[in-house]
């Protein structure tokens, strides 16, 4: 795999993880379980996925 390709196959992997763990969120939120260690995690993953994504936005490597 080329190194373009990689990049662009993680990059799409964060995209869909972020937004499968944001309506996970949601799901436990709705039911009361925004204290559970499965929330908790998923919130801590956010903040990383959020500042991987910045960091590409900085250098330029998004189109958003």
């Known amino acids: 795999?080329?190194?373009?390709e990689a990049f662009e196959k993680m990059l799409n992997d964060i995209r869909?993880?972020?937004?499968?763990?944001?309506?996970?969120?949601?799901?436990?939120?709705?039911?009361?379980?925004?204290?559970?260690a499965t929330?908790?995690?998923?919130?801590?993953n956010r903040v990383i996925y959020t500042k991987l994504?910045?960091?590409y936005r900085e250098y330029g490597l998004l189109d958003e």
């Open 1 to 4: 795999m080329k190194r373009l």
């Open 16 to 36: 869909q993880q972020a937004e499968y763990e944001k309506k996970e969120m949601a799901k436990l939120a709705a039911a009361g379980k925004d204290k559970t």
């Open 39 to 44: 929330y908790r995690q998923y919130q801590a």
């Open 53 to 55: 994504l910045n960091k």
